[in-house]
């Protein structure tokens, strides 16, 4: 195992440099804050990952999670309940809430970082920290006192976990075709019949109770998205003080490719007519509420791919640092001494490949997150622009760390050769676990619509403008400084071919059918975030130039010339693959429509 999984420096770097948190503590929400407090919490982060979460990292693989028939139980590894509570006493669960609620106030800038800190160790576990947290947050953001009083409390102390249960064997995605059912009761209860599937986190012996966020649809509701009912279904419900089965049976676990510690059940609610449910909010509003526990989870499928590419790059980093093989092309002597593979240039742009992509992508969970806690505290203009930014932005924290951190690992693997593709090494692990980022909260392509469809329109394209005004005071700030001002160009033309295409394919929405606006969605969606995370790079590299300017140590040098060399490296390497893609989105050709489905069968 690597001797670490994530760069706590970078962590601080991208907050204090580039961010620029001070902001933050401006808000009266976040008054007890400052950035000692930022730094002692990122470090309580990496102890409580350091003692509970990375030493059951391979356990929770190789012992995996699985549905014993004979108890009809999930089994799981006994050190999960231990790190889940961990995360439930270190704060880690509700702590934006307030004090009031139990919660430390917490901006979320902050909490993903120590999330991303969290799912580098091991992000089998953390998950089920993460999805505790969205579903208290919905309760109580929209639940009655009562149930806020009855679930919050224990499922912010770990003590009871949480999920979202969206997924039905026939709908898949398709939220418009949920069919679990929903009758009320007298006593403003509902009786719950229906199976969800592939429930993350859904069910394991040691969890004293489990709550299922459910969407379900009350007898008699409009048929699609608006008659869809947010429920929450315990597993176990209360009865005069008593904690009894409220008939919510796992019927199995699917067996999948990676993240085998963090379980996916197929639930039954309601096969013996007995699962009690209770409302959240009204009725028929229930996928508008979901929308609040999906999009901080996008964000957090974000942090989690990130970290686990991390983790990823500092294994294989070690790797390269200690394994020596072959010599340099030049060297003809076979008595020369073999040199460390970091020496050879392939292996280091495999290595700029990694970096370039798990810090690019901390970068960007960190200012959507940023934008985030502006949305939520700050008044007036900034308060509608950080909203818009952190709307259209969300596709993207969530595909771009998941796409292209699945790149990132299999580099990581070929840094490692032949050993990369044995248990020996954790790399195999993470290139299984990392790849249900991409499914989790919606497929890429759901995303690539989501951004095209929807998010670039948004108030006639206004979140699209603040995007690119954003890159242009960027753009303007690095050309006072000769080294990075080369850079800054080629975002320039980069920020061009993004507002030229996007026009480009509005218009063919204007003209065409949604099918010929949308059927290189996924393409377009990639092109967007391979030009965002360039906008990020310019701004590291940026804040890197100054400090370097001003004076730093020999050991802060090399970070900040770190820093300004991988940027160099996106430039160079990675930026220019948007003009194949550009050239794609241009294009009239329309063979993925015209194309006969025999054809291809």
């Known amino acids: 195992m690597a001797k670490e999984y994530i760069s706590i420096r970078n962590l601080k770097f991208l907050m204090s440099e580039v961010l620029e948190v001070d902001k933050l503590f401006l808000f009266t929400k976040f008054k007890d804050y400052d950035w000692e407090a930022f730094q002692m919490t990122l470090q309580a982060s990496k102890d409580l990952s350091d003692k509970y979460l990375f030493p059951i990292f391979t356990e929770m693989d190789k012992k995996k999670a699985y549905y014993d028939e004979t108890s009809k139980s999930v089994k799981a590894h006994p050190g999960l309940y231990q790190a889940i509570k961990a995360l439930g006493e270190g704060g880690w669960i509700g702590s934006n809430s307030s004090y009031e609620q139990g919660g430390q106030q917490m901006p979320i800038t902050l909490l993903n970082a120590g999330r991303m800190i969290q799912h580098a160790a091991n992000a089998n576990a953390a998950a089920y920290g993460l999805l505790t947290d969205g579903a208290a947050n919905l309760i109580r953001a929209f639940a009655t006192e009562d149930l806020i009083d009855l679930y919050v409390p224990k499922m912010m102390s770990g003590v009871w976990q949480g999920t979202m249960?969206?997924?039905?064997?026939?709908?898949?995605?398709?939220?418009?075709?949920?069919?679990?059912?929903?009758?009320?009761?007298?006593?403003?209860?509902?009786?719950i019949k229906g199976q969800k599937i592939y429930i993350s986190g859904g069910d394991y012996e040691d969890a004293e109770n489990i709550i299922h966020l459910t969407l379900a649809r009350i007898d008699g509701a409009p048929i699609g998205t608006k008659g869809i009912s947010l429920f929450v279904v315990p597993k176990y419900r209360n009865e005069n003080g008593q904690s009894v089965s409220n008939d919510v049976v796992t019927a199995g676990l699917f067996g999948k490719m990676g993240q085998k510690g963090y379980v996916a059940a197929h639930l039954m609610m309601g096969e013996s007519e007995d699962?009690?449910?209770y409302l959240v909010g009204v009725p028929h509003n229930g996928l508008k509420y979901m929308f609040q526990m999906m999009n901080e989870a996008r964000i957090g499928t974000g942090a989690m791919a990130t970290g686990t590419a991390s983790a990823a790059y500092y294994a294989s980093l070690q790797y390269a640092n200690e394994r020596p093989q072959g010599r340099h092309p030049s060297s003809k002597d076979p008595n020369d001494p073999q040199v460390l593979i970091i020496e050879h240039a392939d292996v280091r742009r495999m290595l700029l490949f990694q970096k370039s992509i798990v810090e690019g992508s901390a970068a960007l969970v960190l200012q959507c997150s940023y934008y985030a806690d502006l949305a939520e505290n700050s008044e007036g203009e900034e308060k509608e622009n950080a909203h818009l930014l952190l709307e259209l932005l969300t596709p993207v924290v969530k595909s771009f760390p998941s796409e292209w951190g699945n790149l990132s690992v299999s580099a990581g693997m070929q840094v490692l050769g032949g050993a990369g593709y044995t248990d020996d090494f954790p790399l195999?692990?993470?290139?299984?676990?990392?790849?249900?980022?991409?499914?989790?909260?919606?497929?890429?392509t759901i995303h690539g619509m989501d951004i095209l469809g929807r998010k670039v329109m948004m108030n006639n394209g206004k979140a699209?403008?603040?995007?690119?005004?954003?890159?242009?005071?960027?753009?303007?700030?690095?050309?006072?400084?000769?080294?990075?001002?080369?850079?800054?160009?080629?975002?320039?033309?980069?920020?061009?071919?993004?507002?030229?295409?996007?026009?480009?394919?509005?218009?063919i929405a204007i003209k065409e059918?949604?099918?010929?606006?949308?059927?290189?969605?996924?393409?377009?969606?990639?092109?967007?975030?391979?030009?965002?995370?360039?906008?990020?790079?310019?701004?590291?590299?940026?804040?890197?130039?100054?400090?370097?300017?001003?004076?730093?140590?020999?050991?802060?040098?090399?970070?900040?010339?770190?820093?300004?060399?991988?940027?160099?490296?996106?430039?160079?390497?990675?930026?220019?693959?948007?003009?194949?893609?550009?050239?794609?989105?241009?294009?009239?050709?329309?063979?993925?429509?015209?194309i006969e489905s025999s054809y291809i069968n």
């Open 165 to 191: 249960a969206l997924t039905e064997p026939q709908a898949g995605s398709s939220l418009s075709d949920v069919k679990t059912s929903a009758t009320p009761n007298d006593d403003g209860t509902y009786n």
């Open 275 to 277: 699962c009690m449910g």
């Open 428 to 444: 195999e692990q993470y290139y299984r676990d990392i790849r249900v980022n991409a499914i989790y909260e919606g497929t890429t």
């Open 464 to 507: 699209i403008q603040l995007l690119v005004l954003e890159m242009a005071i960027t753009i303007k700030d690095a050309s006072s400084h000769s080294h990075i001002n080369p850079y800054a160009e080629k975002l320039d033309k980069a920020s061009s071919s993004l507002r030229k295409t996007t026009s480009h394919l509005v218009e």
């Open 513 to 594: 059918a949604p099918e010929v606006f949308l059927s290189d969605a996924t393409l377009y969606l990639e092109f967007f975030g391979i030009v965002t995370i360039a906008w990020l790079w310019l701004r590291q590299g940026i804040s890197a130039q100054k400090s370097i300017d001003n004076g730093v140590s020999e050991s802060e040098n090399d970070f900040y010339q770190g820093k300004i060399h991988t940027m160099k490296y996106y430039f160079e390497y990675e930026l220019p693959k948007i003009d194949a893609l550009q050239k794609r989105l241009l294009s009239d050709d329309k063979l993925t429509l015209n």
